[in-house]
């Protein structure tokens, strides 16, 4: 046996990003039949060929093994339910299903991204497991998306952008929008690393604007709503925004906030403690407000980490940033917390071609 750790080599298996099917015959009753796999693959294309396995200890291994037929359902990305559904205990996993009979009366899903009707054509001994190989006899796609799953857990899947972004006229909207399609599929992550609220934000006409975030499960969530134009002087977020932007695009709203703040009696910064922090924000490349006093007695403090993904020409085009309560102990620049939100926008930043100087 080789000296590894079977775990270490499942994560590293889960590193391969697969879509998600269920395979599906009739038993010798008549009775339908489905599993959840992911071990699908194309095989040939003359003869058309394709392949899964299926550990020997499934209770249905009897059941694909004797098959003259099996249907691959290719999931589609809303269908997380059904894939749950087609890998757990539940008695019959066909109750309440939506689905027609095909080809030798093996079962096909309905709302799958694609379909496989499938004869049997060989299996093969693998280890704990048994593959099939199926001759596929007849097909059908759909425009429906299709679910994906890798590092043992469910994804979505987005088309690649195509090409480098380049300083070319129209290439700041583009790398703007592949900030934003990038950014908002890491929050799910982030928010499950972090245990708080993960917010995306853009720098719109009236400043920082929230354009997605990803709720926590246990963290306060009452005031973040997509669209919120927040403070540009008083909120973590606006302060990455004024310490990464020029000054020519932020000025206008600072004056503006100002003014607002000094006519309403609050207190508002003098431009040169604005200036100070900026220098400190942009060195640090994080802002952290924390701990934020709790609203009413009893309830926790809060934390906001703010992050810049900057594009390549450095300029933030989106903010990242975790809020919610943490312990009264506060949240320093060394926190695992500020650390995960570093490297996560930094990684983003890499991916929209920003070169770090030196
Ligand atoms: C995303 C996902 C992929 C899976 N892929 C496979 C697979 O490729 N082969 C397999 O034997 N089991 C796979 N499983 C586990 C089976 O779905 C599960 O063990 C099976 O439904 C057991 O059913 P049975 O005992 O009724 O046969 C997968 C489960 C999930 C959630």
């Known amino acids: ?66 098959a003259k037929r099996f249907v691959v359902n290719i999931l589609a990305e809303d269908q997380i339910e059904v894939s749950r559904r087609f890998s757990s205990n539940i008695e019959n ?25 499938c004869r049997s054509f060989a299996s093969y001994p693998g280890g704990d497991h048994a593959v099939f190989l199926g001759e596929v006899e007849n097909f059908e796609r759909t425009p429906r998306k299709p679910l994906a799953f890798g590092g043992g857990r469910y994804m979505v899947a987005y088309a690649h952008e195509s090409g480098p972004t380049t300083p070319e006229a129209g290439a700041e909207g583009l790398a703007q929008l592949k900030a934003v399609r990038m950014g908002c599929a890491a929050l799910p992550e982030l928010r499950d690393k972090t245990g708080l609220n993960l917010i995306a934000s853009v720098w719109g006409n009236r400043g920082p604007t929230v354009v997605h975030w990803e709720p926590s499960t246990d963290a306060l969530t009452e005031s973040i709503r997509v669209g919120r134009v927040m403070s540009t002087l008083d909120s ?31 207190p508002a910064p003098k431009q040169e403690e604005l200036d100070a922090g900026i220098d400190e924000n942009r060195r640090r490349g994080v802002v952290i407000r924390a ?68």
């Open 236 to 266: 973590a977020t606006g302060s990455v925004f004024t310490a990464f932007l020029p000054r020519a695009v932020t000025q206008a709203i600072i004056d503006e906030e100002r003014s607002a703040a000094l006519a309403a009696g609050l």
């Open 93 to 117: 996993r066909f109750e309440g299903m939506n689905y027609h009979l095909g080809l030798g009366g093996v079962p096909v899903l309905d709302g799958c991204s694609a379909f496989l009707e």
């Open 1 to 66: 046996m080789a000296n590894f750790d079977p775990r270490e080599l499942r994560n590293v298996l889960g590193a391969f990003v697969t879509g998600v099917t269920v395979i599906t015959t009739v038993d010798g009753d008549g009775i339908p039949r489905g599993v959840t796999v992911n071990s699908f693959s194309s095989v040939s294309l003359d003869p058309p060929l394709v392949l899964w396995s299926q550990a020997l200890k499934a209770s249905s291994y009897p059941v694909f093994r004797d």
């Open 291 to 358: 701990p934020i006093e709790p609203t009413e007695p009893g309830k926790p403090h809060r934390v906001t980490v703010s992050v810049p993904v900057l594009d390549h020409a450095g300029q933030p085009a989106l903010v990242l940033s975790a809020t919610g309560p943490i312990p009264a102990t506060g949240c320093g620049l060394d926190a695992p917390l500020v650390n995960t939100m570093v490297t996560a926008a930094a990684a983003l930043s890499r991916q929209l071609g920003y070169k770090p100087a030196g």
